[in-house]
């Protein structure tokens, strides 16, 4: 298809003549389906590794963007009939899109053509065009610069809808959705981008929800809400390098969040997510709205950690504080956690602030006896992870963890998940050599230091010595002549010239401060008893061998 072609047409309706409407329609749409076929086609062969629309020759774009200009100066035209624009609406935007990532030029057009169908045409009619074509953009070789102009075109449909607003946005959402979550598969992505595009579609629905009054207003503000954690998920997975970097994004969704009246309490709680649900779920054929927010929890979780990873996003003291004294809240909050230390594709460092945002709680909790709940709660939230991926879990968050005394608990927990039968099938003991190292003999360098770590080394000692006594493999693997050797004098017989040193130092700070050195001497004796017994254990599975 040449630019000429489309201008000839262009002067024959300019002139008045008498075209069949569905013959144009076709032969538009054929010709254009055709020159996108050959510009892919043609950057195929010069690199079949790379999204081949987006690598057309200079020859070809220049065409492309001829063919472009033509058609928006002939949907331009004050001559062009109405019913002639309404027929091409309905096939244009679709194929049209498919030009939009060769160059800023052709998405720039793109965008103008697509403008000019939402201006002219019922936007009740625009909306289902729309969602249609951007439907099949899923399936495109580029979708993230395919789906900008549809985007860009459905935001002002939107806003352009005069009734029916809930019915019209809670029909579209669910593919927008589809189309950024599968946006944020692509291996190119970008996540400003991505985040670009979800964050325009939510300016417009807090459009058309400011413009609403009584129930229709707030559903549409509910849809909004839902639809905000929902994004926020997705971006979220979507980060592969440093989370600090999706700070200034998530900033950009405060004022949203406060017009939907969410809290970050509300959020981490899941009352608010309940709450948006119960709104919007009162019709029958909800099901691919409903079925399209599987994330919500997720989001909502993340909102909050993304209010621990930076105050500029959300100050969240003030939640932290009512979660340690409202046992209620903190185990709600409990519950919603464990969705981002279930999730498989989010970076560690996520679940290192979750479980440190869980630590804060626990640790701070006003008494004893509601930190021995709260420390149970943590076990049923680390049992309720599926089991393929609860030992990596573990193992992250012991990794990861700042704090002795929480890294003992995890370690705690690994032991008591390797005496279950299902743990035990993922062969999670090849891997205690390297928790306990991770203590023993920390990577920075050094000795574990006391009694600053103590609760760490008991329990690594404690892991180390039930997996000695519960797993009966020799060969290459964890009982190995060559591993136990390595364990013995590389981290037991140091430590406990290290242990015995700190006993005897702290014999003779009792005179200064009795009562602390006597609380550390408890727990250094205890340790240095696990250790002998870690010691002599070892030497007869090696006098075994």
């Not at 690199?47 to 928006?72: C, G, M, P, R």
């Not at 049992?383 to 704090?403: E, G, M």
Request: proline letters at 4%.
């Amino acid at each position: 298809m040449s630019a000429a072609t489309v201008s000839y047409l262009h002067r024959s309706v300019e002139a008045g003549g008498s075209l069949d409407l569905e013959s144009l329609v076709s032969e538009l749409a054929s010709c254009l389906n055709s020159l996108s076929e050959n510009v892919a086609s043609s950057a195929s062969d010069d690199d079949h590794e790379n999204d081949v629309t987006l690598n057309a020759s200079d020859d070809e774009e220049n065409d492309v963007i001829q063919v472009l200009d033509e058609i928006l100066k002939f949907l331009s035209s004050p001559q062009i009939d109405q019913d002639l624009i309404d027929a091409l609406s309905f096939e244009l935007p679709k194929v049209i899109s498919k030009f939009a990532g060769l160059s800023s030029r052709c998405l720039e057009l793109a965008e103008a053509i697509v403008d000019r169908f939402v201006e002219a045409c019922n936007p009740r009619d625009m909306l289902p065009v729309l969602c249609e074509a951007l439907d099949a953009a899923r399936l495109s070789l580029s979708l993230s610069s395919s789906s900008t102009p549809l985007l860009h075109g459905l935001s002002k449909v939107f806003i352009s809808v005069r009734r029916r607003h809930y019915e019209q946005l809670k029909v579209a959402v669910p593919i927008v959705l589809n189309v950024l979550k599968d946006m944020s598969l692509e291996p190119d992505m970008q996540i400003e981008g991505l985040f670009d595009k979800a964050l325009g579609i939510a300016v417009s629905i807090k459009d058309v929800a400011s413009k609403l009054e009584k129930e229709e207003g707030t559903r549409v503000r509910s849809l909004l809400g839902l639809y905000l954690m929902q994004i926020t998920a997705v971006f979220s997975v979507s980060i592969k390098d440093k989370v600090d970097s999706g700070v200034p994004l998530v900033i950009q969704l405060k004022p949203l969040l406060a017009y939907c009246g969410l809290t970050h309490l509300g959020l981490i709680t899941g009352n608010d997510p309940e709450r948006l649900l119960s709104t919007i779920s009162k019709d029958d054929d909800d099901d691919d709205l409903l079925n399209s927010f599987h994330d919500i929890n997720l989001g909502a979780s993340l909102l909050f950690i993304w209010g621990r990873i930076s105050p500029e996003v959300a100050d969240v003291a003030n939640d932290v504080t009512e979660l340690q004294s409202n046992p209620e809240k903190r185990w709600l909050a409990y519950g919603m956690l464990k969705h981002i230390l279930a999730a498989r594709d989010l970076l560690w460092e996520f679940k290192r602030h979750t479980i440190e945002a869980v630590t804060l709680v626990i640790m701070y909790a006003p008494d004893a006896d509601l930190r021995k709940k709260t420390f149970e709660t943590l076990k049923r939230i680390i049992s309720d992870i599926p089991v393929p991926q609860r030992f990596d879990v573990l193992k992250a968050l012991v990794t990861n963890s700042q704090s002795s005394t929480m890294r003992g608990i995890l370690l705690d927990q690994v032991k008591n998940n390797m005496s279950t039968s299902s743990l035990q099938a993922t062969d999670c003991d090849a891997h205690v050599s390297e928790l306990v190292e991770l203590v023993l003999k920390p990577p920075h360098g050094g000795p574990p230091l006391f009694p600053d770590q103590c609760d760490e080394v008991l329990a690594a000692l404690n892991l180390y010595r039930f997996a000695l006594l519960n797993n009966s493999r020799g060969g290459n693997g964890f009982l190995s002549k060559k591993t136990l050797e390595r364990d013995y004098k590389g981290w037991l017989l140091p430590l406990r010239t290290i242990v015995s040193g700190s006993i005897a130092a702290n014999q003779r700070d009792k005179d200064h401060d009795q009562e602390s050195s006597l609380e550390i001497l408890c727990v250094l004796n205890r340790i240095e008893s696990l250790l002998y017994w870690c010691i002599e254990l070892v030497e007869e599975r090696l006098k075994s061998h």
